[in-house]
Each structure stands twice: as C-alpha cells, then as structure tokens.
C-alpha cells in the first residue's frame, strides 16, 4: 500500500509498552501534508510517548512508520532530523551554557567552519524576526540569561530553521505554556501561515481553544489509543471533553459511596491561597483527592502542608502530625541499601525509642505487624528493599506512613507504576484508615483512584479552580475544570 | 505599565545578567593583576623579565593540567587521576624519551588509548568519574614507580631547549600561557564542535535528541584531556630536567582550584580557557608571593615557606567569595 500523494507522515499498529502498561497501543495516525493536527488527550493518553516515537528518542514495540512513502520500522534521533521531524519538548531542551547562536549550530551540522557562528546567528534571527515580531533576543546572548519564556520562544524558532534538506514536520508539545498571550498569538499564526508552505505541524495543547481554532485535523486520544480523529469542524469543546473522558462509567451508580456526613467533623487542613483560587478544606476522616493535569501545582500543595505541619505558615493550618506516601519511589520513597524493616520503620523512629537507643524488638515487632496489614510479600522483612517488586516497594512506604501516630496522610500519586491487585488491597486500607479518622489528602492522575475520595479539588495552574462532590466526581467534570483556557481561568 | 516600560524593563534585565557574567570573567584577570601587585609593591625587582621566567616556569605544567582537568569537568567529570598521570609521564619522558623515544611515544599513545576507555566506561556503564578516575590514579602512580623506582632520568634536549629558551622581550613562560590559552579557546570556545562538546555539559539530552554523539563527545574530551596530561608532564621534566613518580600528585587539586578560580563549574559545561589558565598562574605566583611579603611581627620578616599552600588556599576562598558576591548583587 502506498501512501496517497500529500502524506506527510503515516503511522500504522504503532505499540510501545512500558512494562505491564500499554503506553500506545495500535495507533494508526495520517498527518496530511501542509496541514495542523490538533492532538489532545489526558495525563498518560500516549501523547508523549507518539512524540518521542516520532522524535526517534523511543523504539516502538511494533508498528510501521511511513515518512514522505518511505517506510521504516523505527526512527532514531539522526534519521528523524535527516527526514525532517523537529520537535519542541515541554521540558527545554537547549542548552543553558551555549549562546543562541551556538544552540542553533547544535540542531545544524552543516553549520560549520569559519564564520559558522554568524551563519547559525543570522538563521536563528531571522526565524525568531518572523515568527515574534518585535522580540528582543539577541542571538550572541547565553541562553542562561533568558527568561524562560524567551527561551521557549528560541527552541521553537530553532525547530523552524532550515540549514540543509527539507523540514517536513514540527511537533510542538504545549508550546504557549511559557508564552504570554501575544507571543502565543504570534506563534500561532505563524504555523498556519508555515503549514501553507506544505509544512506538517502537530500541536499539543490543554488549552482546547488552541486547538479548536488553529488545527485542520483533530486527534483524541485516551489510554495509549486514538478515540477520534477528523477535521477539526466535527469537534467542539463539549465534545473534546467527553472524548477525553470516554463518557460515564457504567459501574459508577453501583460503586456509589454513602455519601459521609463529614461536615461536622473537626477540620484536620485548612489552606486559603492569597486572593485567588478556591479555599481548602480537609475534615478529619476525610479523603481529599487533588486532581487536574499533572504538574500543576498538586506537589507543590501537598509540600506546603507537609511543611506548616512543622513550622507554622500564615496560609496553611495542619492539626496533628502529617507523614508523607511519595509517588516517584526512587527518587525520593525507598533507601535503596536498607532492608524492608528499617525502610517501614524509619518513619516512626521516636515511638520505637528505648532510652537513648532504638530498640531492635520494638523495631522488629512494628515492622512485621504493619508488613501483614499491607500484605507485603517477602520471603522475610530483613531482605533488602530492592528485592520486592514495585507495588511491593509502594506497601512498604504505605506502611511507613501509616505505621506512624500521624492524623494526616499525604499522597503523592503513590500508585504509578504499580499493579491494579496492589491497588486494590490500598484502596480497601486507605478506606478503613479513613473510617478510623485519618484523614488521606491524595494526589492522583488516574481518574478511577478519584472515586475513592469523599471530595475532589481540581487544580490548575498552581490553583484551585474546582471542587466536586459526590456524584459530581466524574472524569467529565473533573477533565471540564482542568482544561480551562487562559482567558477563561 | 505601557509596554515600552514592560520593554526598558525586560532589557535591563538582560544587561544585569550580561555584566554579572563580565564581571565574573574579568575576575580571574583582576586577582592577577592584584597578586602581580603585590609582588611589585613588595619586590619591584621580581615583576621583570628575569623574575617572571624564574616565578612562572612551573606554572605552565600546572596551567597544562589545569586545561586537562578543564576538558573533563566541561562534560560534567572530574578527573582525580590528572596529577598521577602527569606524574608518569614525566617519568616516561625522563626515562625513554632520550634514548628510546619510539618506546616512549608508544606509551604516551597508550595513555590517551586508557583515558578514551575511561570515558567509555564511564558513560556507558554510568560509573561515577570520581570513582573510575580515583582508580586510575593508583594505576598511573604504579606505573610510574614501576619505570622510575628512584628519582633520575634526564630531560630529552628539544624540551630543555624549549623551556629554557629566552625570546626577546616577553619571557617564555608569559608566551607559552598566551599560546596555550589562546589555542585552546579556538579549539573549545570558539570551533562549531567545541558548542557540541560544551553543550554536552550544558544539556546532555539536549544535544542528543539533536542527532549527535554523547560517547563520541566525552571520549573526545578525554582524549583532549590525555593529550593535555601529556603535554604537563614533558614541560615539567623540561623544567626540572629529571622525573621522579610523585613528583606531580599536587598537580589533582592545583588543577581543579586553577580551573575553578578561572570559572569553570562542576556541573553545567561552564568554562573558561583563558580563566583557567590565569587561575593556574594566579595559584603560582601566590605562593611565590609569599617570599617577597615583609611582615614586621614574623621572625625574619618573612612568612614561612610552611605557609605557602595555606596561601594557595586563602586566594582560592577570596576569589570564590568575590564570584559569589558578585552572583548575589547582581539578584
């Protein structure tokens, strides 16, 4: 089968899992030539991973990638920029030590010998002259220097710039969400007056306004898969969200909690943000769910409690101890060198005090009895950390954290990258620790975790712009308040 | 605000940000001149042109290392084996290079070959450089031993010849300074690569997802660095005309604190050449500053040759406490 005349890019059964998740799953995308395709998607929708499968930064499990007809099993970095594909990350990717002149020369090789310099600064000037208008980025300036908004503005320039061969396709990964609201117009104008040259865009963006207004072609995806694409007249706001969403659960009427009457209860965390955003409000018992995209202040939050737990903050007011369930296990969770009872005990190291030394029964004894309410599976407790499996890993620093006399739990996405049987067995501990009046704040980007919260603060951009309830607690509504544009937030 | 104040704002900005960095790179010059001043004010006899050959002769070896040591910390390394090897091959040198220089090229060849395998290992099996570079230092001080059991040897007559050579006006030491900084600026600072081999500092997965090679880039720089290793150890046996193994084990440090006064950075492909090689004069001259000091109060007048690494240490402190007190006025 050969690609029809103005194909620019043609993906078929592309698959690409990181060990039992299904980060894309037989994804079939045709991205015409000359033409903008919107691509929108939740947290963990697979946008990401198409990105650097395209960018040749990831190897595709399986699946066929067909660039101008040219078919190829895989991309790597020096095929894509041979073929054309340019991409903008969200996280920067020029380096801060070079000038932006000599950042340019890095994406060019043929940039060389004497004068490259004035070579690659004129390129990179006259791009960002044509794309910002107005800007005042001088191409001699170390990049270290710029705001990062300037150096949004240049890694997208740069990604534009033409030195050899064609430029084929560019795919720019929430560009504008360092961009003022003039330099994201500017930038957006730009691309539909450069796919008119017959260059490809693909434009990634939570801001569906952007989207709606600048693509010709629109690609949802959900779950590693591609849930609807079509030009852009078949989709409205509404319509987006729902098929982020996927429509309602079926299950949910039956999985429906007794709504608790908690309002009475003592308030365990209050915060108040300075002016904006909504106020926060976590009652003992309760389970508060923190939801929005991802990054979006939620850490940030749940570090602020943990920290006016031990110094008072005028903002935020914690009764009683807090102890923290971290998400990124590695980096900051496990000690990778101790044994499974020391990593459980050490967060309650002043209860397990004889004297002045610790006490290796009352260690031993606290270790293994929260080991069984956590089901963790070791051949004994004394093994290192390291052998347990992941979920396994996640239980021991639930249990450090539960073990502790502490009335609120804070939680960090804790259950990335860990079996849905794990899961479960949490989901139930969490719900019985609640009932025991704990109370759980509980950062999650999986919308089903969101059902076990009692309520639901949907932040964004550092704030608070939804609080749900209840029945209310849906993927619609929380995804409805996440993805709010810029003017309307 | 209208949007020409938004504007003036946002450039003054920029200036600052500039003249911090100008004012950061004129430091090392700065704390030249000072020391240089010193001396004069103390000895004006020893700022000529016999003083300055007699003060600066070992500064080129150590400013030689110090450009090695600048090439692996510019990829993110260190390199704690620089002295160890600078020290075998001016035992190398003393020992082959006169009578056997075919043999002696052979294992200076050898050494480039290990630190290029050094890189390897280090990126590829991700093992930290100060452990990889740790172990080769003992394996450069065994060497060493192994060839030159006992001080000796003799320095090969081109590189006497070399070091001893008095061109007209300028001594030779100033002018092998001004050569060394200036090629290796071409080379790193001012060459297409050299953005490459920088960037690998700055933003390794940057210059990666451009297309190009982080081992090829490290192993280059390792290479660079041997080469400059080699070219340490040959001018410090021209100058002292005979080797012994733990003749250069100070060159570790004095090029660490020579790169970092000159302004490089352990992290971030931040460096400096020119700066590196006034770091490792400025280091020099201080301890040999130290001699000309009259000190009423001190027994002699003088200050205590004990003294004079104690010297070296408190201009590395004055000079980094400038670098950031300029950082935070500039804030």
Not at chain 1, 3 to 12: D, K
Not at chain 1, 384 to 411: P, Y
Not at chain 1, 426 to 432: C, F, L
Not at chain 2, 224 to 244: E, H, K, N, R, Y
Request: with cysteine; charged share 15%.
């Amino acid at each position: 089968m050969t690609a029809p005349t103005g194909t620019a890019i043609e993906l078929s059964g592309v698959s690409r899992s990181f060990g039992a998740v299904r980060a894309l799953s037989d994804v079939n995308l045709l991205i015409a030539e000359g033409q903008c395709l919107g691509l929108v998607g939740h947290n963990g929708a697979g946008k990401s991973t198409l990105m650097h499968v395209l960018a040749g930064t990831l190897r595709p499990d399986q699946g066929r990638i067909a660039v101008g007809g040219e078919q190829h099993d895989r991309i790597s970095v020096h095929l894509a920029q041979k073929l054309g594909l340019r991409c903008v990350f969200q996280e920067l990717s020029l380096c801060p030590n070079l000038t932006v002149a000599e950042n340019t020369r890095i994406l060019h090789p043929s940039i060389k010998g004497l004068g490259w310099r004035q070579k690659a600064g004129k390129l990179i000037s006259a791009m960002l002259d044509r794309i910002f208008p107005g800007h005042d980025i001088a191409s001699d300036t170390v990049v270290s220097d710029l705001s990062i908004g300037r150096r949004q503005m240049v890694e997208i320039a740069r990604a534009f710039t033409v030195s050899e061969g064609v430029l084929r396709l560019v795919i720019l990964d929430e560009p504008t969400s360092s961009l003022d609201a003039t330099t994201a117009r500017q930038l957006l104008e730009f691309v539909r007056e450069e796919v008119r040259t017959g260059v490809s865009c693909i434009l990634i963006s939570h801001m569906l306004g952007e989207i709606l207004d600048y693509s010709d072609q629109i690609s949802v995806m959900k779950n590693g898969q591609l849930v609807a694409f079509g030009p852009v007249a078949q989709f409205t706001r509404e319509r987006l969200v729902d098929l982020m969403s996927g429509g309602e659960h079926p299950d949910r009427a039956a999985r429906e909690r007794s709504i608790r009457s908690l309002a009475d209860a003592p308030v365990a965390v209050r915060a108040q943000e300075g002016g904006q955003g909504l106020p926060f409000v976590a009652r003992k018992g309760e389970v508060i769910g923190l939801a929005g995209l991802s990054g979006h202040g939620q850490t940030e939050f749940l570090v602020r409690v943990f920290e006016a737990a031990r110094a008072r903050r005028a903002d935020v007011t914690v009764a009683g101890d807090v102890s923290f369930v971290a998400g990124d296990r590695q980096a900051d969770g496990i000690f990778p060198l101790w044994s499974i009872a020391n990593n459980v005990a050490v967060g309650s190291l002043p209860a397990l005090r004889n004297g002045l030394l610790l006490s290796g029964s009352k260690e031993r004894e606290l270790s293994s009895r929260w080991g069984r309410i956590m089901g963790i599976k070791a051949p004994s407790l004394d093994d290192e950390i390291l052998s347990l499996s992941g979920g396994n890993q996640q239980k021991a620093l639930f249990a450090r954290a539960l073990s502790t006399s502490s009335a609120v739990v804070l939680m960090d996405d804790p259950m990335r990258g860990v079996d849905i049987g794990t899961k479960l067995e949490v989901y139930d501990i969490i719900a019985e620790q609640a009932a025991g009046g704990r109370t759980f704040l509980w950062y999650t980007t999986e919308f089903e975790e969101l059902e076990y919260c009692d309520r639901v603060y949907v932040f964004q951009n550092g704030r608070i712009v939804g609080e749900l309830q209840g029945q209310d607690i849906t993927e619609a509504g929380v995804i409805g308040s996440s993805f709010k544009d810029k003017d309307a937030a | 605000m209208t949007t020409q104040a938004v504007h003036s704002g946002r450039a003054q900005n920029l200036a600052s940000s500039s003249r911090q960095r100008l004012l950061r790179g004129a430091l090392p010059a700065v704390s030249l001149v000072i020391v240089l001043a010193a001396i004069w004010y103390f000895n004006p006899r020893a700022i000529s042109y016999f003083g300055l050959n007699l003060m600066l002769n070992l500064a080129i070896p150590v400013a030689l290392a110090t450009i090695a040591q600048m090439c692996v910390m510019a990829t993110n390394e260190l390199d704690l084996s620089i002295g160890a090897f600078v020290g075998f091959v001016a035992c190398v040198t003393a020992t082959y290079m006169p009578q056997e220089p075919l043999l002696a090229v052979l294992m200076l060849g050898g050494g480039v070959l290990v630190y290029m395998l050094a890189a390897v290992v280090i990126h590829l099996r991700n093992v930290p450089s100060i452990v990889v570079t740790l172990g080769l230092s003992f394996f450069w001080a065994g060497l060493a031993v192994l060839i030159r059991p006992i001080p000796g040897g003799a320095a090969p007559g081109f590189l006497r010849d070399l070091m001893s050579f008095q061109p007209p006006l300028i001594p030779m030491p100033v002018l092998l300074a001004v050569l060394i900084a200036g090629t290796v600026h071409l080379i790193l600072m001012r060459s297409s690569y050299g953005a490459v081999l920088r960037g690998v500092g700055g933003n390794a997965r940057a210059v990666h997802r451009a297309g190009w090679s982080i081992l090829k880039a490290k192993v280059a720089m390792f290479a660079l660095a041997s080469v400059f290793g080699i070219l340490a150890g040959m001018t410090l046996v021209g100058v002292s005309s005979s080797a012994d193994a733990n003749m250069a084990t100070g060159y570790t440090l004095l090029s660490i604190a020579g790169a970092v006064i000159g302004g490089a950075e352990f992290v971030g492909g931040r460096i400096s050449p020119i700066g590196a090689v006034i770091g490792a004069l400025v280091l020099q001259l201080a301890s040999s500053a130290l001699n000309f000091f009259q000190v009423p109060f001190l027994p002699g007048g003088r200050i205590p040759q004990e003294w004079q690494v104690g010297a070296q240490g408190m201009f590395l402190i004055l000079i980094l406490a400038a670098r950031v007190l300029i950082s935070k006025a500039e804030k």
